[in-house]
């Protein structure tokens, strides 16, 4: 028997819609669902059950709201909510109450969501982590820096949850906690309300069990129609290694090359595709970046509260105010360049196929792993969807990640959709 809170997003949508199914029903099983693991997997920084029960039962008692008329979200502690304290995980911030909802937490509740409660980041969406532990195994990190809300999908806990991109904050965990993670095209979706980290990266993504889910909730947010009912063509598959590839462990190696197989047997056309010589400066290229528009975003903090903050976000922006705008420009025409190379390789793929993160995750939750598979797709501003498929010798799990153009969201989810109905039977 499937339990309320373990339904997708859009299963339970329909089903509330069709008053099979009571949004407060779906709220208490994810409650349920909470108070049985929270203990182990600490996915959650505030919630606030009996508002969230009121307002359900509000919506019970009401016309549909919209697509999203009833779920349950998890939003990270970096974004924005007036009912709820805000802390940017960080204790400078503890029990600020912003006087707004960001402008992604009204989209969601004029959808007719419910915002379940906040869930853990790391501090200021960096390095230094919050409780969350893996929900597959708590001896491991779940990724960062949108830890809580990826494994609270993981975990049953919620059907959806927000996250934020700066570098690998929503690919890696969902990669780490064997959820769909996507990162939409840079600007999508508005980040007015969202604490900033590096203003020309930032992007806000969203976690769920399965791709159509995640198109639906991204789709609301950003007032567009992402969610294709059409079946789609096998697509056009560039297999793309990256000049990062010697970071591939031999877990993420296997799920590669199984995703290629895979793909080619199930009628894909696929290719190998080989970065320029140009994109093996861009991982480096976007960590400057982000560390040069950190110290300006961090100014006020690292100047009125530099002892409250961890050392290695201290030394991030160190590092940051120590490059020179010659450099950090040098860095953004790099980016430049590589993003009209990059269109020309979509002249021959519908997508690519690339590693997700370096294999499993990590032991261990003093650091969040590596998003050296990230960077450069964060950097180049394209759309990114984890797909989870297989599992690593340690039985934790491993995928790949769909890209798209940018721009062309609708398209990459479609894509990537396909590619997971695919995966999901190969990795079984």
């Known amino acids: 028997m499937t339990h309320a809170n373990e339904l997708g997003a859009l299963e339970a949508a329909r089903r509330i819609a069709r008053r099979e199914l009571s949004a407060e029903a779906l709220v208490r099983a994810c409650l349920e669902r909470i108070e049985a693991r929270e203990a182990v997997v600490g996915a959650w920084i505030q919630l606030d059950a009996e508002a969230v029960l009121a307002e359900a039962r509000s919506l019970d008692a009401g016309p549909l709201r919209g697509v999203l008329h009833g779920l349950p979200l998890g939003v990270k502690d970096l974004i924005d909510t007036a009912q709820l304290a805000t802390a940017?995980?960080?204790?400078?911030?503890?029990?600020?109450?912003?006087?707004?909802?960001?402008?992604?937490?009204?989209?969601?509740?004029?959808?007719?969501?419910?915002?379940?409660?906040?869930?853990?980041?790391?501090?200021?969406?960096?390095?230094?982590?919050?409780?969350?532990?893996?929900?597959?195994?708590?001896?491991?990190?779940?990724?960062?820096?949108?830890?809580?809300?990826?494994?609270?999908?993981?975990?049953?806990?919620?059907?959806?949850?927000?996250?934020?991109?700066?570098?690998?904050?929503?690919?890696?965990?969902?990669?780490?906690?064997?959820?769909?993670?996507?990162?939409?095209?840079?600007?999508?979706?508005?980040?007015?309300?969202?604490?900033?980290?590096?203003?020309?990266?930032?992007?806000?993504?969203?976690?769920?069990?399965?791709?159509?889910?995640?198109?639906?909730?991204?789709?609301?947010?950003?007032?567009?129609?992402?969610?294709?009912?059409?079946?789609?063509?096998?697509?056009r598959i560039g297999l793309c290694r990256t000049h990062e590839w010697g970071e591939a462990a031999p877990e993420a190696r296997q799920a590669f090359e199984a995703a290629a197989a895979g793909l080619s047997a199930a009628g894909a056309r696929v290719h190998e595709i080989e970065l320029p010589a140009d994109f093996s400066g861009l991982a480096a290229a976007q960590t400057e970046i982000m560390a040069y528009e950190a110290a300006q975003a961090f100014a006020h903090e690292s100047r009125a509260h530099g002892d409250q903050l961890s050392v290695k976000l201290r030394e991030l922006l160190a590092q940051g105010a120590a490059l020179t705008p010659q450099r950090y420009d040098q860095d953004r025409l790099l980016a430049r360049r590589c993003r009209h190379l990059l269109s020309d390789l979509f002249r021959e793929a519908d997508i690519l196929i690339a590693p997700s993160a370096p294999g499993e995750a990590p032991d261990g939750l003093a650091a969040t792993g590596n998003p050296v598979f990230n960077r450069i797709w964060t950097v180049l501003g394209t759309p990114c969807v984890h797909l989870p498929f297989a599992q690593g010798p340690r039985g934790l799990p491993v995928g790949v990640q769909a890209v798209g153009p940018w721009g062309a969201d609708r398209a990459t989810l479609a894509a990537a959709d396909w590619a997971h109905t695919v995966l999901r039977n190969t990795g079984r």
């Open 88 to 235: 940017y995980g960080s204790p400078i911030y503890a029990g600020h109450r912003p006087a707004w909802d960001a402008a992604c937490v009204a989209s969601a509740r004029a959808a007719g969501a419910l915002v379940l409660g906040k869930t853990v980041t790391t501090e200021f969406a960096t390095y230094h982590p919050g409780k969350t532990a893996n929900p597959h195994n708590p001896a491991h990190t779940p990724g960062g820096s949108s830890s809580g809300s990826a494994a609270a999908v993981a975990d049953f806990m919620v059907p959806l949850a927000y996250g934020t991109q700066t570098a690998g904050s929503v690919i890696r965990p969902a990669a780490f906690c064997g959820v769909v993670g996507y990162k939409p095209s840079f600007g999508m979706i508005s980040r007015a309300g969202v604490k900033s980290l590096a203003e020309s990266l930032d992007t806000i993504g969203v976690f769920a069990r399965d791709v159509a889910d995640a198109a639906l909730f991204a789709g609301a947010l950003a007032g567009r129609d992402l969610l294709s009912t059409a079946t789609p063509a096998a697509p």
